[in-house]
């Protein structure tokens, strides 16, 4: 535990330091909340695809907070790559602990530093108008919400992990976390009702890890109405992606 905490530790010292990355990471989110949900909200005033009551900007916050964790936790996996160039690695992997405590290391430290991200954007939202209306109540829904932040964080910092433990370049890197974010996100039900989109198009959706991310981010904040699946399928399925890819992080880095 000690060997995990260090590398914690220092994933947390690099967040802080680079204040840069904190304010970067959030530009994205908030330009997307602020105009797109201002934009096109009036477009979808009174629409029927949003339940009675509410305006678009409250129905894209939990996409918009699930795309600032996807894009911090993601290109956490980056931090692997820097380690190589600079041989930080090559003395990490010759001292006597265990490989897969370096992995939980840098997992939970990119969750960490995903979920401060989430919080942030969260409290943005509450000034944007945002409020909870979800059956759980003030308290329940932000254990969920924290929750739902933790899985979202941890299951694509892994899969950064994962991806990195292949990719010899940070050009290479950032190429596939290009390719792979934006489908990911589009994909999700963020910003649209999953229900309008074509059935092969939906199909695509359902196998996306990020899509149960946000609706059960949706559920904690704004119910059961607002949600396209019950909160436990929501959870169990990202909670089993999240061990798959944590696993397949810490094989990869393992045989590399």
Do not use: H
């Amino acid at each position: 535990m000690s060997d995990v905490y260090t590398i914690w530790l220092r994933e947390m010292i690099r967040y802080v330091r680079a204040k840069s990355r904190i304010i970067t990471s959030l530009a994205m989110p908030i330009i997307w909340l602020a105009l797109l949900g201002t934009a096109l909200g009036t477009m979808m005033e009174n629409s029927p695809l949003l339940p009675e009551g509410m305006n678009y900007v409250q129905y894209i916050a939990p996409g918009i907070i699930g795309m600032a964790i996807l894009f911090t936790s993601i290109f956490s996996g980056i931090s692997i790559i820097f380690d190589r160039e600079f041989g930080f690695l090559k003395e990490i992997l010759v001292a006597p602990v265990s490989r897969l405590s370096i992995v939980l290391g840098k997992a939970l430290g990119g969750t960490t530093t995903a979920m401060i991200q989430g919080i942030i954007m969260f409290c943005l939202a509450l000034f944007f108008g945002v409020s909870f209306g979800s059956e759980l109540g003030n308290a329940g829904g932000i254990v969920v919400t924290i929750l739902f932040m933790f899985l979202i964080g941890l299951s694509f910092v892994s899969i950064g992990i994962a991806i990195a433990s292949k990719v010899e370049s940070m050009e290479g890197f950032q190429m596939i976390m290009s390719f792979l974010i934006m489908p990911m996100f589009f994909l999700s039900g963020a910003l649209y009702p999953i229900d309008v989109l074509p059935g092969w198009l939906k199909a695509l959706t359902y196998i996306d890890p990020l899509t149960y991310g946000v609706d059960g981010l949706r559920y904690a904040i704004q119910g059961s109405q607002t949600a396209q699946f019950p909160l436990w399928v929501d959870f169990g399925v990202l909670s089993a992606f999240s061990i798959f890819a944590l696993v397949l992080g810490a094989y990869l880095f393992k045989r590399s």
